[in-house]
C-alpha cells in the first residue's frame, strides 16, 4: 500500500492503492503515518514528497469503511486517520506533494498541511464533505481559509465542487501547476534545493513558521471531529452513501427536515 524510495537526501512516499484510486482504508492510514515516522526519525532525510500511484493522488476516504462506521462494527487502525492527520500537522521536515491526478478528502485537505505542493495539469481537487453529508476534516476550516483567503475556502468546503489544477494555484493551494510528465522531476528539483541545506537548520525554520498555527490546527481538528461525530451516520450521511452504492446523486430534500442531535 506504501513505496519508500529514496532521491540522495529526498524521500519519495508513494500511495501505492491504485486499484482503489488511493482511498484512504485504516491500512493505508497506518501504513502512511508509520512512513511519515521513519522519514522524520531518519537522519539522512531532509525533504519527503508524498504522490500517488496510476491515475490519482488520493481518492480520499474509503467510503466502504465510511459506510462500516454507521453499522457500529469497525476496527480503528493504530493511528487511522486522527494519527496521519496528527504526523502531518508534526511532521518536523519540507513536506511536498506531487498532485498526479484526482484528490478528494483527506487527498484534497492534506494539501493544507504539506509545504509545498506542485499539481498536473490532469489533476483535480474536491472537499466533498457536503456531498457526503458531514463536515470539514483534517484542520481544513482553518488551513484553508488562512491559503485561500475566506471566500475561496468557503467554496471549496462548502460547494464540493471540483476545482482544477489552476484555480488550486491561483487560489493559494498549490505552489506550482506542472505538465504531466514534468511533475515527479519538477518537485524533485524544488525538493533538491532544500535538500542541499542542513537539516537541522530546516527542521527549525519549519518550526518557528508552522508553530504559530499549530494550536489553531489542533483546536480546529477537535471542531471538525465533532462534527463529524454529530454528522456520520446521519439522514443525510447514509441518504449519501446509500446513493454512492447505488451510483446515482444523492437527494437531501427528503432528510434536511431531520433534526440534528447533538
Not at 238 to 247: P, S, Y
Request: charged share 20%; proline share 5%.
Amino acid at each position: 500500500m506504501i513505496r519508500t524510495h529514496d532521491e540522495g537526501r529526498i524521500r519519495v512516499i508513494t500511495l501505492d492503492r491504485p486499484q482503489a484510486r488511493n482511498a484512504f482504508s485504516e491500512e493505508l492510514y497506518d501504513f502512511a503515518t508509520d512512513a511519515l515516522i521513519a522519514a522524520g526519525e531518519d537522519n539522512g532525510i531532509a525533504v519527503v514528497i508524498i504522490t500517488g500511484e496510476g491515475q490519482a493522488f488520493s481518492a480520499g476516504a474509503d467510503l466502504g469503511e465510511m459506510a462500516a462506521r454507521n453499522t457500529g462494527v469497525f476496527v480503528n487502525g493504530r493511528h487511522g486517520f486522527p494519527g496521519f492527520v496528527d504526523h502531518l500537522i508534526d511532521f518536523p521536515k519540507p513536506l511536498f506533494c506531487a498532485v498526479n491526478g484526482l484528490a478528494i478528502g483527506i487527498g484534497a485537505t492534506m494539501l493544507a498541511l504539506s509545504d509545498l505542493v506542485f499539481i498536473s495539469t490532469d489533476a483535480k481537487v474536491r472537499c466533498p464533505f457536503t456531498r457526503l453529508g458531514v463536515a470539514p476534516e483534517a484542520a481544513s476550516s482553518v488551513s484553508f481559509p488562512r491559503l485561500l483567503g475566506r471566500q475561496n475556502a468557503m467554496w471549496a468546503l462548502l460547494s464540493s465542487e471540483w476545482l482544477s489544477a489552476e484555480e488550486c494555484v491561483q487560489m493559494g493551494l498549490a505552489f506550482r501547476v506542472c505538465a504531466p510528465q514534468e511533475l515527479m522531476s519538477e518537485t524533485l528539483r524544488y525538493a533538491a534545493v532544500l535538500a542541499s541545506k542542513p537539516i537541522n537548520s530546516l527542521v527549525e525554520s519549519k518550526r518557528v513558521i508552522v508553530e504559530p498555527l499549530r494550536a489553531e490546527l489542533m483546536a480546529a481538528r477537535d471542531r471538525e471531529n465533532e462534527a463529524f461525530r454529530v454528522l456520520l451516520g446521519g439522514p443525510a450521511n447514509i441518504e449519501a452513501l446509500t446513493a454512492f452504492a447505488q451510483r446515482r446523486e444523492p437527494d437531501f430534500s427528503a432528510v434536511d427536515d431531520a433534526p440534528i442531535a447533538r
